[in-house]
Structure formats: structure tokens, C-alpha cells
């Protein structure tokens, strides 16, 4: 399958249903660090729910309304990122991610984060690309405020969580502003 390199050790490959064991292990893995902050994991409860995580995106894909990404490391999935929504007659997506332990704190999503950005603002034209996280959750706003989203906003009491309503933090950036981006950074798309 093809794969975009992030770093010499790491690439960006897609995530699909036949990997379904595969991503059911890694998701195992990262399951405690997800829980806190998002139902992603949750989603994939056993093999059958890590399927259906799976079959959700390939149905987005072949809309053209969303797609999921893993991350492999030396050959193992770390991680991934997704458009949860992408819309192209409105010209918005969002962007989301996620890391087990092992692939956290290297610069991979922040890489894997600028590919996708490329790819919807630069390739696919949109006018506008979003960021959804909760406030608190600082690793995953400052992956945002890295790659040069501003922070537009909080939804307040946005959505229930673990039996919580939670504030939801907006993060956004225009297909000019990442454009400005790409041109002061040249070379801000390797990870360490
Ligand atoms: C949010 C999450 C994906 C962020 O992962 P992350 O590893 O911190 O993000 P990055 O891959 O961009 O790595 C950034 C770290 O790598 C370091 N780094 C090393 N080389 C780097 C490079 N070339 N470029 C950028 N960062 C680099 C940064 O300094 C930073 O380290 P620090 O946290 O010690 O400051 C992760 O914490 C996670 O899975 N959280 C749970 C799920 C979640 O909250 N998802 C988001 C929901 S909105």
C-alpha cells in the first residue's frame, strides 16, 4: 500500500477495514490515553466495534465526506488522524488525531496534521479547516496552535463525555493563512 514518509522511521499510510486485527491491538494500546478526552477508542470496544470504527470511514471515504489515516512506526501503528467531516461544496473539514504512548510527544501527528492540511486546503481547495478539542486538552491544541491555527472560540457545554457536558474549543485556519504558513516554513514537514 502506498505510504508518505513523516520521519525515517514513520509513515502515513490509509487505514482500512482488512486491518481491522491490527487496529484493534494498537487501539488496546492506546485505549487508557484516548479515554480521557474522546470516544474514539470507546467506539472500538471488541474486533466487531474495531470494524465498524473502520467501515464508519470507508463509507466517509467513498462519500467523500471523511477518511482516516494511520501512522506505523517501524512497522507498528502508533497512531492516525482523520478528517471526521470534510466537506467540499462548503469548502470545511475537521481534522482530528490520536497516539498511543509509544508514538506521542515525537512531532508525528504534528507532521501527519500539515499532510492533511496540504492535502485539504492546497490539493482539494478548501477554504477552511477546523480543530475540535477539548480546552483542557493541551497536547491536542497545541498540536493546532503548532501547525498555525488560531483559536476561535469555545462552545460552551458543546456535548456530553463520560456522563459530563464539555466545552468545546474551536481551532481554525484559512486555505490563505496556511498557504502563508507553508511559505515562512519550507521546511516544517519532517518530524524529528
Ligand atoms: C493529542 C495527541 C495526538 C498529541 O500527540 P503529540 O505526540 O503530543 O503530538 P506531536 O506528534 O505533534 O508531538 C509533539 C511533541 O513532539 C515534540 N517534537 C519533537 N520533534 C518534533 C517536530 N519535528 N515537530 C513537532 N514536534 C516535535 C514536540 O516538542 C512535542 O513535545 P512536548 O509535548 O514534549 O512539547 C496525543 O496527546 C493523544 O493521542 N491524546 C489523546 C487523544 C486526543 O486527545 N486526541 C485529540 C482530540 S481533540
Redesign the pocket.
Known amino acids: 500500500m502506498f505510504a508518505i514518509p513523516l520521519t525515517d522511521d514513520a509513515e502515513l499510510r490509509p487505514l482500512e477495514v482488512w486491518q481491522t486485527e491490527e487496529f484493534f491491538a494498537h487501539i488496546e494500546r492506546?485505549r487508557e490515553?484516548?479515554d480521557?478526552?474522546?470516544g474514539?477508542a470507546a467506539a472500538s470496544p471488541d474486533l466487531d466495534g474495531a470494524r465498524a470504527t473502520l467501515q464508519r470511514y470507508a463509507d466517509r471515504q467513498a462519500a467523500d465526506a471523511g477518511r482516516l489515516f494511520g501512522i506505523w512506526d517501524r512497522g507498528t501503528l502508533v497512531?492516525g488522524c482523520m478528517y471526521p467531516t470534510f466537506d467540499a461544496k462548503s469548502g470545511n473539514c475537521e481534522i482530528?488525531?490520536?497516539?498511543?504512548p509509544a508514538?506521542?510527544?515525537?512531532?508525528?501527528?504534528?507532521?501527519?496534521?500539515r499532510l492533511l492540511l496540504d492535502h485539504a486546503l492546497l490539493e482539494r481547495g478548501l477554504a477552511r479547516a477546523e480543530?475540535?478539542?477539548?480546552p483542557r486538552?493541551e497536547?491536542?491544541?497545541?498540536?493546532a496552535k503548532?501547525v498555525g491555527m488560531t483559536a476561535e472560540g469555545i462552545l460552551r457545554s458543546s456535548y456530553p463525555y463520560r456522563g459530563e457536558r464539555q466545552d468545546a474549543q474551536i481551532w481554525g485556519i484559512l486555505r490563505d493563512e496556511w498557504i502563508a504558513v507553508r511559505e515562512a516554513e519550507p521546511k516544517?514537514h519532517?518530524?524529528?
Open positions: 492506546a490515553q484516548l480521557r478526552w474522546i474514539f497512531g482530528g488525531v490520536w497516539t498511543e508514538g506521542q510527544g515525537r512531532g508525528l501527528i504534528t507532521a501527519a496534521v480543530w475540535h478539542c477539548d486538552n497536547r491536542s491544541w497545541a498540536v503548532r516544517a519532517k518530524a524529528s
